[in-house]
């Protein structure tokens, strides 16, 4: 085989794979036009950390590892660095720190007779620190959702502002 024919070749194999391209190109923007904008990630300062601290209720429950939200916001000007870092930190790598992932489950007694368990109800008591990055993971999902109007009209749950008599309201008129 010549050198002449090697160069006609690959001219044949880069249009083959200009046209996939294209094609590929065509479908995405055909089939996941309507697809939601990509969700921006932003990192969180000291001041937005520590104004999720003073917002939580302040109860002497806790986790697992013994810290109540109230020495939380105690402690909110000395630990507040720190947690925005591993909170951030978090956030960028998509890895959630495993010490936050347990929690103490303790049954809650509903109603009925006491020695029935399936009158307890279980009540999963979590770490401090994970309640605080949940509300900021909370903060930057309802942002990006609100941001690009994401919500359609109709839906009530779980939006601010809105009810499940909203819902029904709706539904009958």
Do not use: W
């Not at 479908?27 to 950390?49: D, G, R």
């Amino acid at each position: 085989m010549s050198i002449v024919d090697n160069i006609n070749k690959n001219k044949v194999n880069n249009e083959n794979n200009n046209a996939t391209v294209f094609t590929t190109q065509y479908y995405l923007e055909q089939n996941y036009a309507h697809l939601p904008p990509s969700l921006v990630i932003k990192t969180f300062s000291t001041k937005e950390i520590t104004s999720i601290i003073k917002a939580l209720k302040t109860k002497n429950s806790h986790g697992f590892d013994k810290i109540s939200v109230k020495l939380l916001k105690v402690s909110a000007t000395y630990i507040c660095s720190p947690l925005t870092h591993i909170c951030n930190k978090s956030i960028l790598s998509g890895i959630f720190p495993d010490c936050m992932k347990f929690s103490i489950v303790k049954p809650t007694y509903k109603n009925g007779n006491k020695m029935n368990p399936t009158n307890y109800r279980p009540i999963s008591l979590l770490t401090s620190f994970s309640k605080v990055f949940e509300k900021a993971l909370y903060i930057l999902v309802t942002e990006h959702l609100n941001t690009n109007n994401l919500p359609v009209g109709n839906q009530s749950g779980f939006r601010k502002g809105t009810a499940t008599e909203d819902a029904i309201f709706k539904f009958t008129n």
